[in-house]
């Protein structure tokens, strides 16, 4: 999936990325690192003690420490982000905060107010947090696998912490007039750009394995090409691919990767190669050199997960009619009620029962092309003719209406009112760069470009003198 439409900052929220049972690690003691680093910029931002280099100079050190003990140590060091705070970071022992810390893991089907009363909180304490209105915010997207870690002194609450995101936390502390403060921290995360470079012996993604790319990059590397290659039956012995990526690391330590910059693949003898371009207008996609998306105007196949019964023959025998009548499609056999796709773009011309084609939609897309989807059970419900829809939307469902020997959806492709085979049709790329940005990309793929010939070029001299 191509993140179209994100901007620069928002990158890392949008890799493929699922976290690793490293990255996962790394978070669970992460979080104390955030906070001590978070007081250490409060209390630089402050600059109020005359100690103040002295201070803030400790919790960087702590941070530094990969030891459980440093989370042991931590609420010591993070009672309220005030001058006596600062003081409070210094290595001598103070005594600790009131109260007992409880950390709470978020299970499926879990709501805050029974977090709550498993730490021996009342509803009372909830509706006092949740009466802020960040606090609220953040706590509504608590999500199974989660902790919450809440520091519960005479039955109230004096401290709450919810990691949001690996980098990000919410910070609730009691003040010592009794309220309830809300606080977000964010430390800011560095992208660092490695690279790879394969020649693909077994899999994709055991070859991807053996040059240190996780599955994750490897997975958006078939997403970026997979308009061009079937990753799952045009890849051979023999193919190549280069990839410059992003890796995200916080306070020194990898905590994910990030997304593909450009890649090239070679696939039988056949190069592609892409660049991520975010233009002025704050689009992102994969770019060919040449400025083309990536991604084409149309889906090769409108329906996941399924097989081809029939292909696009003009001189086919009719399995009901039993004679000679041109396949002017391909059908795809699926279990009835398999979601069918729209291909691209376009508008619904046709919703309606079409003959021995039972329900079919046929989409127009533009002036050149139209789709039609037959033999359906059943059509998304809130379309109707005239409706607008996006490429990868569920139109309607498999089945057998009209004539057919069974589930399946027949589909077809006309160009020009001429019916092409979808499977072998040259299919447009989706909108190219606009024109006025080309420049600029030119410059930004140029240097990306030169790179990835000179890491071919080293690892085929590796190569030979291995
Ligand atoms: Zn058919």
């Known amino acids: 999936m191509l993140d179209i ?17 490293a990255s996962m690690a790394v978070k669970k003691h992460l979080h104390w690192l955030l906070i001590l680093g978070g007081v250490s910029v409060l209390g630089t931002v402050m600059g109020v003690l005359p100690h103040n280099a002295e201070a803030t100079r400790a919790p960087e050190i702590n941070a530094e420490l990969p030891l459980p003990e440093v989370a042991a140590q931590a609420p010591t060091a993070i009672a309220p982000a005030t001058t006596e705070t600062v003081a409070a970071i210094a290595p001598e022992p103070k005594p600790e905060p009131p ?75 009691r003040s010592e007039t009794g309220e309830l403060r809300s606080e977000l921290i964010e430390i800011p995360l560095e992208t660092r750009i490695t690279h790879a470079t394969a020649t693909i012996n077994d899999s994709l993604f055991l070859s ?42 916080l306070h020194g330590e990898k905590v994910r990767d990030g997304n593909i910059v450009a890649a090239e693949f070679i696939n039988q003898g056949e190069t592609y190669k892409a660049i991520r371009y975010t233009s002025p207008d704050n689009r992102t996609d994969y770019y060919t050199p040449e400025g083309d998306s990536m991604r084409k105007a149309f889906l090769r ?3 996941a ?30 279990p009835t009620g398999t979601p069918i796709k729209a ?39 809130g379309l109707k003719v005239g409706s607008r829809v996006k490429q990868g939307q569920t139109i309607g469902f498999v089945g057998s209406s009209g004539l057919a020997t069974g589930p399946h959806l027949h589909y077809e492709l006309q ?52």
């Open 343 to 381: 291909t691209g773009d376009g508008k619904i011309v046709h919703r309606g029962d079409k003959g021995g084609y039972g329900k079919t939609i046929v989409i127009q897309h533009g002036n050149t092309y139209s789709t039609l989807y037959a033999h359906m059970s059943s059509y998304k419900s």
């Open 305 to 334: 997960f399924s097989r081809i019964s029939s292909r696009f023959d003009l001189r086919r025998k009719h399995p009901v009619l039993n004679r000679i009548r041109a396949h002017k499609g391909v059908d795809y056999a699926a």
């Open 301 to 303: 196949t409108p329906v």
């Open 415 to 466: 160009v020009n009112g001429v019916h092409r085979n979808p499977l072998t049709v040259k299919l447009p790329n989706a909108e190219p760069l606009p024109k006025q940005y080309m420049d600029d990309f030119k410059q930004h793929s140029k240097q990306l470009l030169a790179q990835i010939d000179t890491m071919k070029r080293t690892s085929l001299a590796l190569a030979d003198t291995q």
């Open 208 to 249: 991807a394995q053996s040059v240190g790319m996780s599955d994750a990059v490897t997975m958006e590397l078939s997403n970026i090409f997979g308009w061009d290659i079937d990753f799952a039956l045009d890849i051979r012995q023999g193919d190549s691919f280069t990839a410059i990526y992003e890796e995200v690391y």
């Open 99 to 173: 109260g007992v810390w409880h950390e709470a893991t978020v299970m499926q089907g879990d709501s805050l107010s029974r977090i709550f009363s498993r730490s021996g909180l009342s509803a009372q304490e909830l509706h006092r947090v949740t009466s802020d209105k960040t606090s609220a915010d953040y706590l509504k997207k608590i999500f199974p696998g989660e902790t919450i870690k809440l520091r519960v002194d005479e039955d109230q609450l004096a401290e709450l912490v919810y990691d949001y995101e690996i980098n990000k936390s919410l910070h609730i502390v």
């Open 5 to 21: 439409g994100s901007n620069r900052k928002k990158n890392y929220n949008n890799t493929p990325n699922l976290p690793t049972k």
